[in-house]
Structures are given as structure tokens and as C-alpha cells.
């Protein structure tokens, strides 16, 4: 019977602590909460910002340059730019592989040359990547 009762009491302890860490808690949140509201009122009690006004559009909006072999080799990693060869096609630029370049080069590559408007061009060994030189 001992060692219940002081099994019990050990409990009754833990069950204190709980309460008073508890109590803590529920004074922390109830300060929040009234800091919150003075922060809400405050805010409600202010007049709205005036609106920003709209910025100016060029009344003619400027002349893209048309992309270059090096503005495109820009886009690229260099461990990937070492990896492809550029040739100007004209309306785009071709880009072909040196070497396998795997899967997940392959995905990266892929991935900037979607982001820059182009495409994957499936041809078997003629397979290539192009990137249009004037954006759509």
C-alpha cells in the first residue's frame, strides 16, 4: 500500500506542475490577445493609405532585340553550356548535344529552354533544341 500512495502522490505532483505551466500558457495568450486587439483598433482607427498611383506606359513599348548565340549560351549552367553546341538557324537557335547528356541533364536543359519560349525538336539522330531568336 505504500508504494500506491506514494505513486499517487508523485502524480498529484505532476498533475500541480501541469497546472501552474498551464496557467502560464493561458496568461501568455490571454496578453496576445489583447495586444492584437489594441494593434486592431489602432489599425481601424487610421485612415486607408492613399492609392499609388498607376505607373506610366510607353505609349510605344520598346524594340526587342533579337537573341545571339551568346545571349543564349547566357542561359545555361556552365557544365551545361559545355556540354551543347549553338548554331544560328536564322529565326532561332539550334542547340545539339556534344555527348549522351543523361536524364536529368537532359530535363535541366530542357527546363531553360521551355522558360526561354523554345522547344525539343524529335528527329532521331537530328534531334535538337530551339530557342526562337524574337519572342512570339
Known sequence: MSGDKEYLEKLAEKVEELLI??????????????????????????????????????????????????????????DLEGLLNFEDKGEYIKITPRQYLGAENFAKIAQIVRGAGGDYISAGKDSHFRIPKLKP
Open 21 to 78: 505551466v498551464l496557467n502560464n500558457i493561458a496568461e501568455d495568450l490571454r496578453t496576445v490577445a489583447a495586444s492584437l486587439k489594441t494593434i486592431a483598433v489602432s489599425q481601424l482607427s487610421q485612415p486607408p493609405p492613399a492609392p499609388t498611383p498607376a505607373p506610366k506606359v510607353p505609349e510605344h513599348p520598346p524594340v526587342e532585340k533579337p537573341l545571339g548565340i551568346e545571349d543564349v549560351k547566357m542561359m545555361f549552367p556552365e
